[in-house]
């Protein structure tokens, strides 16, 4: 696992990440000399009575805990070095900055250190005359709490009672009022989290080993042993493992209504937390059958970077739902999150074009004349030349780094084929027929290729709408196409002509077909024109062949050093291929 982070002395990590935090919301300030944030407007919290929450613990988890202070949330934050736990010292002033006629609740996680330090000062402050409770949570579902004197772990579960008892307190409720439904929180959440990869300590490499394929189930958001060990299986299975230890106690019956925290542990990337909380909601509601009505997710108590994610639940009643719905204006907390789902059916839009559902009866897929039938004669040629030369344009592509291109405009192929094969694509009308074509290029494609391709057949098939009905119509149509494709994909994908992309070799073939004037080709027979197609073809051959020289400034190409460039280039030689597939059918059919 990588080990460089950027710091600047180990020693003073915690010191340097509040004060950046500090600088940078206007909300929050420091204590001096200690490691404590708390609200800006903390005095107009005391001058209205307000319950004050305090909460902390080591650092390494951010957002939490300076991250959550602000309205709605936690008045103060203390910290303590990373995965340790503050001076009881610290917290006392935590305590102290923020107590007033409303009191203060506490709240903390279920780790020695916390529980001894935190208690401390709650002690102090009591016998210094404030009225200060003090809240535990212990929600980890990994173990039972009878299996060790140290009972259950605090996770993420924390993150409701922020969240509610913070909604709580902004409304004016008591400092009695807060803490009882508090209590009742900790009772009811319940949370496990599992672990592709260990956390790296700042200065000391990783917390603990996992082997590569293996992930880590139940473990504490300081890397404590979890549950089990097992190999890497797919989100929706590492889901149905993490639910059945969540609701394997009474908490939960069918039919409960509950908010669920999809967790970030820190290096977990964002498609990953998607696909986990779409895997979670639907587990719960479709297996399970609890009603998921508010969901939390993102980076939001981490374990420094682990790559990991860890799920909470909590059933909900009428004042819980009322406090997770609360606004709050806290830098770590997402805007979003706890709002109340709806579930809207996806829905569609026309956009004019024919779809895979259109019958070849309504959109002309009956190829009749001989047009037709050499129409669809010149699609298969292409698709089959490209899905033979997939190997050999990969090939010519690795030199970029992906070396995927014959294989997106094999994909592209199939999408053709298939549409073909099914008697869908308008045939009978070429233009209507490609601009199936390039929407369903751009899907089976996508990325460059997909977009560049899709622009250049809605433009071609623009240009066939308006053409004559004759040899001679078609010809003078092929010369508009090619430059109209150089045209589009010049203007949208920004390269020229010598820039080692595929409009060199466009440029190849319209250097021959400009050349033909209108009333040259009126003169020639349809194989004639043919041949002058033939000519152009090659020309788009042999420009492809003469990128090989070029060096690449446009696309992802022009990053790579020109050492790598012994080849042609990919994209203009897939022109080539496709150009000369026409040349064929076009030969055969010419009267």
């Known amino acids: 696992m990588a080990t460089s982070q950027l710091l600047n002395s180990v020693d003073r990590v915690v010191e340097d990440s509040l004060a950046g935090l500090a600088a940078s919301q206007p909300s929050l300030k420091l204590v001096d000399g200690h490691r404590v944030v708390v609200r800006a407007d903390v005095q107009d919290v005391l001058d209205r009575g307000q319950v004050a929450l305090v909460s902390g613990g080591g650092s390494g988890h951010e957002p939490s805990h300076a991250g959550l202070v602000g309205q709605g949330m936690l008045t103060a934050a203390v910290a303590g070095s990373v995965f340790a736990s503050p001076p009881s010292s610290s917290i006392l002033v935590a305590i102290l900055a923020v107590a007033g006629r409303g009191g203060v609740l506490v709240i903390i996680k279920n780790y020695t250190g916390d529980r001894l330090h935190?208690?401390?000062?709650?002690?102090?402050?009591?016998?210094?005359g404030h009225d200060v409770r003090l809240v535990i949570i212990a929600e980890d579902m990994a173990f039972d709490s009878e299996e060790n004197t140290a009972g259950r772990r605090g996770l993420a579960g924390a993150l409701f009672i922020h969240k509610v008892c913070g909604?709580?307190?902004?409304?004016?409720?008591?400092?009695?009022?807060?803490?009882?439904?508090?209590?009742?929180?900790?009772?009811?959440a319940a949370t496990i989290g599992v672990s592709l990869?260990?956390?790296?300590?700042?200065?000391?490499?990783?917390?603990?080993?996992?082997?590569?394929?293996?992930m880590e189930l139940g473990l504490g958001i300081h890397g404590e042993a979890g549950l089990q060990r097992t190999k890497v299986v797919s989100a929706d299975e590492t889901v149905v493992m993490m639910v059945d230890r969540l609701l394997r106690r009474d908490k939960f019956r069918e039919g409960d209504h509950v908010a669920l925290i999809?967790?970030?542990?820190?290096?977990?990337?964002?498609?990953?937390?998607?696909?986990v909380t779409k895997a979670a909601i639907s587990h719960l509601e479709e297996k399970r059958r609890l009603v998921v009505d508010r969901v939390a997710c993102g980076t939001l108590m981490t374990s420094i970077n682990m790559a990991g994610v860890s799920l909470s639940l909590l059933p909900l009643d009428d004042i819980l739902n009322e406090g997770l719905a609360y606004n709050v204006k806290a830098p770590g907390w997402p805007s979003t999150a706890f709002e109340k789902r709806v579930v809207h059916q996806p829905f569609t839009v026309d956009t004019g074009v024919a779809t895979s559902t259109s019958t070849a009866a309504d959109s002309g897929a009956s190829a009749d004349s001989v047009e037709d039938k050499v129409f669809v004669q010149c699609l298969r040629a292409i698709c089959d030349k490209l899905m033979a030369a997939e190997e050999q344009l990969n090939d010519l592509d690795r030199a970029a780094g992906d070396g995927d291109c014959g294989s997106t405009f094999k994909q592209g192929s199939v999408a053709i084929v298939e549409s073909l094969d099914s008697g869908t694509l308008p045939v009978s009308q070429p233009h209507r027929a490609l601009t199936v074509v390039a929407a369903k290029l751009e899907e089976a494609m996508g990325g460059t290729s997909g977009a560049l391709y899709t622009l250049m057949l809605v433009r071609i098939a623009h240009i066939l709408e308006r053409r004559e009905p004759s040899a001679h119509g078609l010809f003078q149509a092929a010369r508009e196409c090619v430059g109209g494709a150089i045209d589009v994909i010049s203007s949208y994908g920004g390269a020229k002509r010598g820039d080692r992309t595929m409009l060199d070799a466009l440029h190849g073939a319209n250097d021959v077909l400009k050349d033909l004037d209108s009333a040259a080709c009126t003169n020639l027979s349809p194989a004639e024109l043919v041949e002058a197609f033939a000519r152009a073809a090659a020309g788009c051959r042999s420009?492809?062949?003469?990128?090989?020289?070029?060096?690449?400034?446009?696309?992802?190409?022009?990053?790579?050093?020109?050492?790598?460039?012994?080849?042609?280039d990919a994209g203009a030689t897939a022109v080539a291929i496709w150009m000369d597939a026409l040349v064929g059918p076009l030969r055969a059919n010419a009267m």
């Open 118 to 128: 935190f208690g401390l000062a709650v002690e102090r402050a009591k016998g210094m």
């Open 167 to 188: 909604a709580m307190a902004e409304k004016g409720k008591s400092l009695d009022e807060i803490h009882a439904v508090a209590l009742r929180i900790m009772a009811s």
């Open 197 to 214: 990869s260990p956390c790296c300590l700042p200065g000391r490499g990783s917390s603990f080993q996992l082997p590569d394929g293996v």
């Open 262 to 275: 999809v967790n970030n542990l820190g290096a977990l990337s964002n498609l990953e937390v998607g696909i």
């Open 543 to 568: 420009e492809a062949q003469a990128t090989q020289a070029m060096r690449a400034r446009a696309g992802r190409a022009s990053y790579v050093s020109s050492d790598h460039w012994t080849k042609p």
